[in-house]
């Protein structure tokens, strides 16, 4: 029988705090409640974080990273001056709260609410985390007014307004030049869209072109089938459809939903595919902008004769690899054959 493991098992919380802040829509800030000291961790903090990590492991969250240096690079040196230990957990936090009053404060519809910030530890993984999470709260669902947690068993996503959870060892990895990494900072909403003032004050910025974000989008899809369809022929057809799906809506000017693609592989269970592709490994954004040149890559390149004596089927991510034309002699070479094949052409020569 598998062990159960409870919840937040795989949790290390470092630090967590809460702060407030008081704001009317179309006002200016009222008041910044400041906590004066993080709280003491307990089993309620734990599944505080385990249920903000598990909504993080679903669909329709946004990634990116940190923009250039710049004015809104606050956040980020803050960040890296605590991760330095050159700055108290809590100093950097009451900071991040005056940075936030002075945006919010040139933000006339922003509202107040609760600031989490959190530090973690995936002990699955040994991946650290920094959790911001902004909660409105007008219920008194999560939090009490001395600035602790209450006594829930589990978050309503819906109350969230948003949170965003940047992967500090995965954002250091890219800071010591690993080219592999080009995400690490992503965003999730409840019922709000994610605002331009909140990714503001984070200093993020979207750099997934169209060729980055179809290279995931791709690289995820082939994964997938790979894993859940033996049938060569079946695959080849999703393939075929996907494909052919992603240059229509390309053609019409639209981008293409990560779960229109969940939908199309499996009718039945149409949230699986979107699932895998929101995880962090592959972070397919929800709406992605095609690179018609890269979806094409999802497919084969097949031709057979009229006569049925040259018949020929490669992956066309081959190309330009393993498979190159020359246009000029009208000629086609192909590399690092299998030896299999080699072995079979030598016997005719």
Known sequence: MPEIKQKGHDIKIKNIIIHQIIKEPSK???????AKKALEISKKEVFFIADIKKSFSGTGKTYGIFEEQNESSIFENLLHNYITEELGFLEMTQELMHQYKKILDNTKPA???????????????????????AINNKEGYFFTE??????IESIDLSKIDVASLINVSRWQEFKNGNEE????????SGLKNISQYFQYFIGCADRTTKTAGSKKLVTAIKD????????????????????????????????????????????????????F???EKYSVNPIISIDRNII?????TRYKSKNEDFIIEFDNTLIGTRIKY??????????????ELAVQVKKHM
């Open 277 to 279: 592709a929101s995880d």
């Open 146 to 151: 001395d600035l602790t947690l209450s006594e």
């Open 326 to 339: 020359d246009e000029k002699t009208n000629s086609m070479l192909i590399e690092d054959i299998p030896q």
């Open 28 to 34: 200016n800030v009222k008041e910044i409640k400041i």
């Open 224 to 275: 997938y089938l790979n894993d859940k369809i033996n049938d060569k022929n079946e695959r080849d057809k999703l393939l075929d459809k996907i494909k052919l799906h992603c240059l229509e809506n390309d053609r019409n000017g639209k981008g293409v939903f990560l779960n229109d693609i969940s939908r199309i592989i499996d009718e039945e269970n149409t949230e699986d595919f979107a699932h």
């Open 181 to 188: 990494i080009d995400t690490y900072l992503s965003f999730r």
């Open 296 to 300: 094409k890559l999802l497919t084969k």
């Open 111 to 133: 509202s107040g609410g609760f600031l989490v910030f959190a530090d973690y530890l995936n002990t699955t993984t040994n991946s650290e985390y920094f959790l911001v999470l």
